[in-house]
């Protein structure tokens, strides 16, 4: 409602995982070349870490766009509640492969022909995982004896577990010990710096059509990243609720004093500065999308582990 206002042609900040939004970041720029580099140059084991809301299901998208344009065959799993008995079912699925039996041994050895035509012909498969922290230990038990498919050179199979913090925190445990030692390359994501907002907010801007003045004062730009910690997730909740309360305001320039009533709306101002004791996390799912939302304050406690720099001083 709030688009012609503004100037803008499209919503600039959807929290879809939408890779035509992606704005690089040193550290984005830095994971996406390592998953390029890695998948390229056929490392088997990649994995993506980051906190919540940090990019990771964008960049994946961005990812995709770009092996799809080199006709990589992709598998992507994002059910990662699936049991082991269902990880052959789905890869094969993804990657089209016709297999009658529902036999372990017959579905593996199935994925392993098709594997070595494609290497043959001098192409790449993939297999990425996202939400990777809710994996069960057998499907990561699973996944590892994929990786055994190789020739004596080459790994057949090039798999990305994409995942929050806890998926690093499951590969530390000794049952996991193998396929830690498989993972040849690490990436991450992180929250934005104070620049990388500002940046961040005008590049979003920028990509839904906005040409005119700044829409965002320094100061609400200031005041978004320290409510947000800057998580881009919400960064867009923020920024996404400005812009509605500043339209119904009939002011073309965001204050920081609207994002202050948004983020006391959403009780981002009430979060603990200090995380909860044994900081003990709860379940993952809290974390996943739309549920996310309604949690942000519990979310953003898990950054506030120690004590921002200004929140308090500025009340
Ligand atoms: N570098 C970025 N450029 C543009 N938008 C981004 C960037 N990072 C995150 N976002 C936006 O923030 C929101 C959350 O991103 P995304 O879903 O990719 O995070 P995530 O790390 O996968 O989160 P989760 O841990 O909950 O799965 C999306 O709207 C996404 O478009
Ligand atoms: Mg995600």
Redesign the pocket.
């Given at each position: 409602m709030y688009k012609s206002f503004f100037g803008l042609k499209e919503n600039p900040?959807?929290?879809?995982?939408?890779p035509r939004?992606?704005?690089?970041?040193q550290e984005?720029e830095e994971a996406l070349a390592g998953l390029m580099y890695g998948i390229q140059t056929r490392k088997g084991f990649i994995t993506l870490t980051?906190?919540?809301?940090?990019?990771?299901?964008?960049?994946?998208n961005r990812l995709l766009d770009w092996l799809h344009q080199r006709r990589v065959r992709t598998a992507f799993l994002f059910n990662s509640r699936m049991n082991s008995n269902h990880l052959l079912d789905f890869i094969l699925a993804e990657f089209e492969i016709p297999c009658e039996s529902r036999s372990k041994s017959q579905q593996l050895m199935k994925l392993q022909e098709w594997l070595l035509e494609r290497y043959r012909a001098g192409e790449t498969a993939v297999v990425i995982v996202?939400?990777a922290q809710n994996l069960s230990y057998p499907v990561l038990e699973e996944i590892r004896l994929l990786t055994n498919l190789e020739t004596s050179t080459d790994k057949l199979l090039q798999v990305v577990l994409?995942?929050?913090p806890e998926l690093e925190e499951k590969l530390k445990l000794p049952q996991l010990r193998q396929l830690r030692q498989r993972i040849m390359l690490r990436c991450k994501?992180a929250p934005l710096t104070t620049p990388q907002t500002f940046d961040?907010i005008n590049?979003?801007l920028r990509i839904a059509g906005a040409t005119g003045d700044p829409i965002f004062s320094k100061e609400a730009v200031e005041t978004i990243h320290l409510y947000s910690m800057g998580i881009?997730?919400v960064?867009?909740l923020l920024c996404e609720h400005a812009l509605v309360n500043s339209f119904v305001e009939q002011k073309r320039v965001v204050s920081g004093k609207v994002i202050e009533e948004v983020a006391r709306e959403f009780q981002l101002d009430e979060v603990e500065p200090v995380a909860p004791a044994g900081s003990t996390r709860p379940d993952a799912d809290v974390?996943?999308?739309e549920s996310?939302l309604q949690n942000l304050g519990e979310a953003l406690s898990r950054f506030r582990a120690v004590p921002p720099p200004t929140t308090r001083e500025r009340k």
């Open positions: 900040f959807n929290v879809n995982p939408d939004f992606l704005y690089l970041t984005i980051g906190e919540v809301g940090t990019g990771k299901t964008t960049l994946i996202d939400e994409s995942g929050q994501t961040y590049e979003r881009p997730r960064v867009n974390y996943n999308s996310f």
